[in-house]
């Protein structure tokens, strides 16, 4: 009996750590950072409470949707809509390209990951699973970089420097315009165009909770523009939520969650140690562009912006770097997190060939993007 107990004890842990191997290595390291330095009041300033809770907010309305089959029925439309493979491929990565411009990366790819599921399961097209997440993260990534809100890191240098919105704009132009290039050339080349058919049942989202959901989905939206304060956004999605379908709140992805709050414990803790701090200064004083998109693939690209602002004021090399430096490694940008745990939950056991082909491409995108405009600075 004990024994038993023990067995099934192991392998309920076991998969948990199969699942949630992204949270359990990122605890890892903020433990590690933690000896190198102690914990104190400075700790508190590492969240960023804002994108914790529009985090929050958006996974829990996604969930809501799933439970009215919304996303299943924006499916129907897709395949209805665009017919074969390659053109439904296209428009999932665009709409996330798209979607990260408006409501950031991470919100984009928490909003369409899903969508991008049910359209390749229920056509059998589960081949282009692996390619369509990847091109969809290089897509949230590298979309965001043309608008002050559509990453993180844009926010916080846009408001640093006061940047003016059109040099802004005219600055992230050319890197913005090559990754569309770069991304188009792929998806034509990596998917045939083949029919699609929607094999699943026909199905309509129920009405009335599915406009409640869109309208609490919209105040996640305009918590991330700031427009209404987070805490009380999340209150009331909350609050509708526990109201409407409380269950819905027990299936939010909340390692996902604490994969942030430990990466933040990480990161907040590698800017603080002086080695690293001046270490990067100093490569800062040789090439602000390319050492900006070396930093992004050790520490992230938020923590990096936010470290190197302090040591440098050539703003627009170190904005191009730290929107490119968002491909690369999987903890280049925390989008890309979202990414391979929302991959996982569906594909467990699969997380090694993702990250084959996740590196591969993403490495090329920054290869490209980094090498082209290093030249253009050159010259």
Not at 22 to 43: G, K, R
Not at 213 to 231: A, E, Q
Not at 293 to 318: E, G, H, K, R
Request: some cysteine; charged content about 10%.
């Amino acid at each position: 009996m004990k024994s038993e107990l023990l067995r099934k004890t192991g392998r309920v842990t076991l998969k948990f750590a199969r699942k949630n191997v992204v949270m359990l290595i990122a605890l890892l390291l903020a433990i590690v950072t933690c000896f190198l330095v102690p914990p104190d009041e400075q700790y508190l300033n590492y969240f960023d409470l804002r994108t914790l809770s529009c985090l929050l907010a958006v996974l829990a309305i996604v969930c809501a949707l799933k439970n009215v089959n919304f996303f299943y029925f924006l499916a129907q439309q897709t395949v209805k809509l665009f017919k074969t493979t390659r053109a439904s491929i296209i428009a999932l990565v665009y709409i996330t390209f798209i979607g990260s411009m408006l409501i950031a990366n991470d919100m984009a790819l928490l909003t369409f990951l899903p969508l991008g599921y049910i359209v390749l399961t229920n056509t059998r097209k589960e081949k282009y699973m692996v390619f369509t997440f990847v091109m969809q993260n290089i897509a949230a990534n590298l979309g965001g970089m043309l608008t002050p809100f559509g990453n993180p890191q844009n926010l916080y240098l846009y408001s640093k420097f006061n940047i003016p919105t059109l040099e802004f704009m005219a600055i992230m132009a050319i890197p913005f315009a090559i990754s569309i290039f770069l991304i188009t050339v792929c998806c034509f080349i990596f998917v045939r165009k083949e029919p699609l058919v929607f094999e699943g049942e026909t199905t309509k989202p129920e009405p009335k909770r599915t406009t409640l959901y869109l309208i609490l989905f919209t105040l996640s939206i305009v918590m991330v523009f700031r427009v209404v304060p987070y805490w009380i956004g999340l209150s009331i999605i909350l609050m509708m939520l526990i109201i409407v379908d409380r269950k819905v709140l027990l299936k939010v992805d909340y390692p996902l969650l604490l994969t942030f709050v430990f990466f933040f414990i990480f990161a907040g803790n590698m800017a603080r140690i002086e080695v690293v701090r001046s270490f990067f200064s100093y490569l800062l004083g040789l090439n602000t562009l390319l050492f900006s998109v070396m930093s992004c693939q050790v520490i992230s690209n938020v923590p990096s912006a936010i470290l190197l602002s302090q040591f440098t004021d050539n703003y627009a090399p170190l904005l191009i770097g730290v929107n490119i430096g968002g491909v690369g490694t999987l903890i280049s940008s925390l989008a890309s997190l979202i990414t391979f745990r929302e991959y996982c939950s569906h594909n467990p056991g699969k997380g090694g060939k993702y990250l084959l082909i996740f590196s591969a491409f993403n490495f090329a995108f920054l290869f490209i993007l980094t090498g082209v405009l290093l030249l253009g600075y050159l010259v």
